[in-house]
């Protein structure tokens, strides 16, 4: 069937989704960008496509596309089997809790659970019982900031805070700053190119956010296409996964205030890291898909006083 063939017989958004989801279901395609079936997938590519809202599919399933609308949907359907690049990638966007980020090949496609957190304690009904009061964070830094997306929400959720943001890849702070001026916290967050914490010697914050790499080596060799599209460096946690988590872990206490802390996620570490460190009172975090994935110490059982 060609392109041609494709765009005069499919003409709703919902003869789209259906050759969507059969196209990825016989190519066996991978999820885990935002998303994790083939309908959904499918209704991310196409809604994002059209810059229609991508949490309501229903109400536009059977508008007529334009001409033009049905040869980039056709487009980008055959894009997602043939390349097997997440299909934020062809679309140029991801989504933290509604938050839209530009995404490249250059950067981790966002999805941490750090950002859940931050909406769910933030905005609930009772605030946290465990984050610093967002009026009284004066200093924030992420690290790894990759595409820049959880310092962007810092400077949200921390109006009166200057945020500093670092990241070893410089072609991912080329991301970053590009987020930073979509969302208009340029005069409020400053990036580093660098390891971890060495561009930040002497720098203090009330919160240290980080989101590293920490997919362990044999999961690494396992990785089907999708992962593999994304950039090594941002996956790769070392044998264990925990390389750059023990070095955060090393450094956090030289650059943390007291009264503050620090928020970590770490994939599926927790036994390893609790069996390593006995003397730290970790607090892990739930979240929708995971009750282990993400920490949070404070500066008092880091040692800072």
Same mark, same amino acid.
């Given at each position: 069937m060609t392109q041609d063939d494709i765009t005069s017989e499919l003409v709703t958004l919902r003869d789209y989704w259906r050759y969507a989801i059969s196209r990825f279901n016989a190519a066996e395609l991978s999820y885990g960008h935002g998303t994790t079936t083939a309908g959904d997938d499918a209704a991310f590519l196409l809604l994002d496509t059209l810059d229609l809202p991508i949490d309501?599919?229903?109400?536009?399933?059977?508008?007529?596309?334009l001409p033009a609308e049905r040869a980039l949907l056709a487009e980008r359907i055959e894009a997602r089997v043939t390349t097997r690049k997440p299909s934020a990638y062809l679309t140029g966007r991801s989504y933290i809790q509604g938050v839209r980020f530009f995404v490249d090949e250059r950067v981790i496609v966002p999805r941490s659970h750090i950002g859940e957190i931050l909406f769910s304690e933030y905005l609930g009904e009772h605030g946290s019982s465990f984050l610093p009061d967002p009026m009284l964070v004066e200093s924030a830094v992420d690290i790894c900031t990759g595409s820049g997306c959880l310092a962007v929400l810092a400077a949200k959720f921390f109006p009166q805070a200057s945020v &500093?943001? %670092?990241? *070893?890849?410089?072609?991912?702070?080329?991301?970053?700053?590009?987020?930073?001026?979509?969302?208009?916290?340029? &005069?409020? %967050?400053? *990036?580093?190119?660098g390891d971890l914490f060495a561009p930040l010697s002497g720098r203090t914050y009330d919160l240290i956010i980080t989101n590293p790499p920490y997919v362990d080596h044999d999961a690494l060799a396992g990785?089907?296409?999708?992962?593999?599209?994304?950039?090594?460096?941002?996956?790769d946690g070392g044998e264990d996964g925990l390389d750059l988590v023990r070095k955060i872990l090393a450094g956090a206490a030289d650059h943390l205030n007291p009264g503050g802390g620090m928020i970590c996620e770490i994939g599926s570490g927790r036994e390893i890291l609790e069996e390593e460190f006995p003397h730290l009172d970790f607090v892990w975090l739930e979240t929708a898909e995971s009750q282990d994935a993400v920490f949070w110490i404070s500066a008092e059982a880091l040692g800072v006083s």
């Open positions: 309501a599919l229903d109400p536009f399933l059977d508008a007529r596309l &500093d943001a %670092v990241d *070893l890849s410089a072609d991912a702070l080329e991301v970053a700053k590009r987020n930073l001026a979509e969302h208009d916290v340029e &005069d409020q %967050v400053t *990036l580093f190119e990785y089907p296409p999708e992962f593999r599209a994304e950039p090594v460096m941002a996956h």
